[in-house]
């Protein structure tokens, strides 16, 4: 099994930034598809960004291209994602998941069978 810790979320007013971390612990992999999705109340569970571990293929929604940037530190086990320019509208439960298979673009949350329990951002205006 693997473990998927986040961390980082927190209340900020619009304009401000965030880093959130992801740490996967457990019986890891030696390469591996590390993502954010975020899910805010009555929406879907959506992708942010993606990253394999040995920091590989970064990949992000169109909606997060401007003001996202994933990262990883493959020692640590550990995915970061830095957002700036924070909205209200960014305001959910963000979300850390794993993946055997590589990352490789588009990707969809039902590819994910590891899942942390979540950080929440809270974006004031």
């Known amino acids: 099994q693997v473990q998927l810790v986040e961390s980082g979320g927190g209340l900020v007013q619009a304009g401000g930034s965030l880093r959130l971390s992801c740490t996967a612990s457990?019986?890891?992999?030696?390469?591996?598809?590390m993502a954010w999705f975020r899910q805010a109340p009555g929406k879907e569970r959506e992708f942010v960004a993606s990253?394999?571990?040995?920091?590989?293929?970064?990949y992000y929604a169109d909606s997060a291209k401007d003001r996202v940037t994933i990262s990883g530190d493959s020692a640590r086990n550990t995915v970061y994602l830095q957002m700036t320019s924070l909205k209200p509208e960014d305001t959910a439960g963000y979300y850390c998941?794993?993946?055997?298979?590589?990352?490789?673009?588009?990707?969809?949350?039902?590819?994910?069978?590891?899942w942390g329990q979540g950080t929440q951002v809270t974006v004031s205006s």
């Open positions: 998941a794993v993946r055997r298979t590589l990352c490789a673009g588009p990707t969809h949350s039902s590819q994910y069978s590891y």
């Open positions: 457990g019986r890891t992999f030696s390469n591996y598809c």
């Open positions: 990253i394999n571990r040995d920091g590989s293929s970064p």
